[in-house]
C-alpha cells in the first residue's frame, strides 16, 4: 500500500490519476446522458467533448477557434478509448484463451476469438460514432453504407445502463465484503 503511494507522488502517477478522474468524470456523464436518452428517446447530436469545450472556452472567455480544437480533441479522446477497450478485450480473451485450449481445439478457438474481436472492433466504430463531430459521423456513415444508426445507439444506451447499473452493484457488494472481513479480522 506504501509503495503505491509513493508512486502516485510521482510524475506518472499523478498523470494516471488525472486520466482516472477525467475517464471517471466521463463515465458518469455517459450514464447520466444514456439514462436522458432513454427517458426521452433521443439521439445526441452533439459530442460530450464538443460540447464541454464549448462551454469552457465561453465560460472563461478564450478566443479559440472551437470547431478546429474540438474536433482534435474528440477525435483523440475517441482514439484512446476505442484503443484501451480494444486492448482489454485482448487481454481477457487471451487470458480466457489459455484456460480453455488444448491441443486439439487451438485452432477452433483462434478462429472464434478473431471473429469476436472483428465484431468487437467494428461495433466500436459505429458505437463510437455518436462521440465524433459531425464531418466524421458522415465519414462513417458513407463507409458502413445504410445502417439504422438510432437504433444502435438506443440499444448501446439501454446496454450501457444495464452493465453499468450491474458493475456498481458488484463493486458494492465486493466492498461490502471487503469491510466486513476486516471488521471480523479487527475483532
Known amino acids: 500500500m506504501r509503495a503505491r503511494i509513493e508512486w502516485s507522488r510521482t510524475l506518472q502517477g499523478k498523470y494516471f490519476n488525472f486520466l482516472g478522474y477525467f475517464f471517471s468524470i466521463y463515465c458518469v456523464w455517459k450514464i447520466f446522458i444514456s439514462t436522458v436518452n432513454i427517458v426521452f428517446d433521443r439521439v445526441g447530436k452533439v459530442d460530450p467533448i464538443t460540447k464541454t469545450f464549448d462551454i469552457l472556452v465561453n465560460w472563461f472567455g478564450f478566443e479559440v477557434d472551437v470547431t478546429l480544437w474540438s474536433q482534435q480533441i ?13 486492448r482489454g478485450l485482448l487481454l ?9 485450449s488444448s491441443s486439439k481445439s487451438s485452432n477452433i478457438i483462434v478462429l472464434f476469438f478473431s471473429q469476436i474481436m472483428g465484431m468487437y472492433f467494428m461495433s466500436m466504430v459505429v458505437l463510437m460514432r455518436m462521440n465524433m463531430p459531425a464531418e466524421y ?11 439504422q444508426f438510432n437504433f444502435y445507439h438506443r440499444w448501446f444506451d439501454v446496454m450501457f445502463l444495464v452493465s453499468a447499473s450491474l458493475t456498481l452493484g458488484l463493486l458494492y457488494l465486493a466492498h461490502k465484503r471487503e469491510v466486513e472481513q476486516a471488521d471480523q479480522r479487527a475483532s
Open 74 to 86: 474528440s477525435f483523440i479522446v475517441v482514439g484512446i478509448i476505442v484503443f484501451t477497450s480494444t
Open 92 to 100: 481477457t480473451m487471451s487470458k480466457f484463451f489459455i484456460w480453455i
Open 137 to 147: 459521423r458522415a465519414i462513417i456513415t458513407s463507409v458502413l453504407g445504410d445502417l
